[in-house]
């Protein structure tokens, strides 16, 4: 998401979408919109799908492989941790995702017979936007930076907002914007491209992320993001989301990030910008040793 993104987020979402769309292979790592997969193993997909994103949304080099934690748990199929061990972890961080026992969506808006949820989308919020100012000293700490507020619109319209369906913020504050049974859709992959078949096969959580102006770029733009692109405490609550919204679809999820999945495409986001999978994968792996310690 960016600051244009929330707008054009409520512009997108109401557009009537054919529930079929042509068989074919769509975008950077290739959607399949018949089998509603991309192209290749969960870890291909992953691999495809977490290549570093530049400034502007220019692709970063290419991954030689997945990180550690990654691939253990795609390609040699770890088991997932039990939900009651999940569970154990969420209460005692205080983070709660709208409980682990409910379900996560499926495909095609829902229907009962569509694969459920699969993918793990990181975005980065592109807010709060700073114009030509520059960033708040303490950028994690920064009680605007840190506000769910402009996400959680009041009288806002239901179908269009929150956007997402989890929120983090730089503290590692987790915030239910839609709850994870709902079919939602934020990415123009998505809303653009494969239409209602893709609705509910997505699972969203924006990272929260402030923007300023490129002043080398003309006229209004968010092209800058902070460096280091996120704090600590959202990569290893990010990791623990993961793993929750993984527990909670019975599977691992593929994670994939709002940019690569719409590269290509007309318009497409930049998020999340300066994203370190390392660190990422650090913390899951860190995570992943404290689950099975319970
Ligand atoms: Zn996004």
Redesign the pocket.
Known sequence: ??AA?LLL?ALVQPVAMPSAVPAGLVGRCRFDTVALSFAGSPAEQAQCLMRPLGKRGVLGKELARLPRGLSVVLKRGTALPTREVVERVLASEGVDIGGLDGPVSRANDGEATAPLARYF??????TPYYGDEPFPADVDGDARVNDFAPYFPVGADPEKYP??HLFLNRQGVVKVGQPLSRPWR??KLETRVIGLPAKGLFL?V?TVAPRRRDPSIAGWNDAIAPRPGFSQRQYERLALLYVAASARAGGWLIPA???TM?HGLEQA?D??QNFELKRFDRALRKLLRRLRER
């Open positions: 998401m960016s993104g987020a989308v990181i975005h980065d919020t592109s956007v997402a934020a990415t969203h924006e990030q709002h940019g719409d986001h998020d999340p």
